[in-house]
Structures are given as structure tokens and as C-alpha cells.
């Protein structure tokens, strides 16, 4: 069966302490794994879209990378405004999204 | 180009009330997904439509109906309302059917509360 399962559910950082999220997933034939931003009561911001083993993105302070069996999200130096929640997603016969990580960055 | 717009933006409605959304893809986007957000629960899907054809269903009840129309956009019914369908309901287009190559650009959500 199609997952994807995200980790840790909540994370609190000091403004400027680095850390990752997991994105784990089990998909035959995958087609893309996908990160989005979402921030409360609006709907989720594309991220990233990452196709295939050892790509990697980025986008100021957010890098993605991808393996065969998982993603991370690499926050680095991370500020106030980059709490959010963060989702990953893969496309099978729907779009499966994980529970997502809420990330809160304390000044 | 205009992104995805969901109305209305907030509605209350009373236990056994029926409800209608609405959600406007982006121009050229032919398929429209429908989820359900809630605190416990996260995204759950609702279903998809492609060119006016309901593509995939997730586990809700028959309560919750969707469509689509010619030009791409899509209601979503829910009939007999229950205290448990308060929720975030988000839309969300794409160019392709199962959200691959491009993923799925989402609106702003109805935030839907039923008392």
C-alpha cells in the first residue's frame, strides 16, 4: 500500500539552529516527491519537486534532497518566518501526503 | 496568471444542513482534487476530477459528492451535515490527472464550521 509517513511531528528551533525533516515513503514506481509549505488556515505552497535518487534543491535556506526509500528537508539557519508546516507528498493512484512536520523557529 | 480560487472563504452551517463549495482551477488545468484538513487528521482525499469524470474516490461517505464542469470547475457537496465535517476543504488543480510531473497547486481553503 502506498505511504508516506513524516518525522518528526513537531519540531522547535532557536533561530538560527540548523536541522532536517524526514519524508519516508513506500510507492512503486516513483513519480516525483513533492514538498510544500503550509502556513495556518491557507492552503499548501509548492516547495520542491524531486524526480530521482541523489537530486537535490534548493530554495534560500530549505535544501531537499532524495533517496531511494526517503527525503529531508535541510532547514539551515533557520528564521521566525520559516515556521510553518512542512508536507511531502508523492502521486500514485491519488495524491498521498504525509501528516507533516509543524516547525517553529523561536527568535 | 490567477491561482486557485476556492468560495466562499468561511461558512457556518447547522447540524443537517446540506453545503456547496466551489473551486475555480487554474486556466488550462483540467483536473481538480478535493481534500479535507483537520487538526487529527491531516489531508485526507476526497476525490479527483478530470474533464468532468470523477477519476478516484477516497473512504467518505456517500454524503460527500463532487462534479465538474466544462470548463474545469468543480462543487463539492456535502449533504446532512455533521459536527464532524468541520474542516478545512482545500482544492487543488492540475495540468494532469494524480497530480505527477507538476504536483498540485492549491487554494486558500473553505474553512467550513458546523454548529
Known amino acids: 500500500e502506498d505511504q508516506v509517513t513524516q518525522s518528526p511531528e513537531a519540531l522547535r528551533l532557536q533561530e538560527g539552529e540548523s536541522s532536517s525533516l524526514n519524508c519516508s515513503y513506500t510507492?512503486?514506481?516513483?513519480?516525483?516527491l513533492f514538498w510544500y509549505r503550509q502556513d495556518p488556515g491557507k492552503g499548501p505552497e509548492f516547495l520542491f519537486t524531486?524526480?530521482?535518487a541523489g537530486e537535490e534543491k534548493e530554495k534560500e535556506r530549505l535544501k531537499a534532497t532524495l533517496t531511494k526509500k526517503e527525503s529531508f528537508l535541510h532547514i539551515t539557519a533557520p528564521k521566525p518566518e520559516d515556521s510553518a508546516t512542512y508536507l511531502c507528498a508523492v502521486p500514485g493512484n491519488q495524491f498521498y501526503f504525509g501528516t507533516g512536520t509543524s516547525l517553529t523557529v523561536i527568535p | 496568471k490567477a491561482g486557485v480560487t476556492q468560495t466562499p472563504r468561511y461558512l457556518i452551517k447547522t447540524r443537517g444542513q446540506q453545503v456547496t463549495l466551489s473551486c475555480s482551477p487554474i486556466s488550462g488545468h483540467r483536473s481538480v482534487s478535493w481534500y479535507q484538513q483537520t487538526p487529527g487528521q491531516g489531508l485526507q482525499f476526497l476525490f479527483e476530477?478530470?474533464?468532468?469524470?470523477?477519476?478516484n474516490k477516497g473512504n467518505f461517505p456517500g454524503r460527500f459528492s463532487g462534479r465538474q464542469f466544462s470548463n474545469s470547475r468543480s462543487e463539492m457537496n456535502v449533504s446532512t451535515l455533521e459536527l464532524g465535517d468541520s474542516a478545512l476543504y482545500l482544492c487543488a488543480s492540475s495540468s494532469v490527472t494524480g497530480g505527477a510531473i507538476s504536483g498540485y497547486t492549491f487554494g486558500s481553503g473553505t474553512r467550513l464550521t458546523v454548529v
Open positions: 524531486l524526480y530521482s
Open positions: 476530477y478530470f474533464s468532468e469524470t470523477q477519476r
Open positions: 510507492v512503486s514506481g516513483l513519480r516525483g
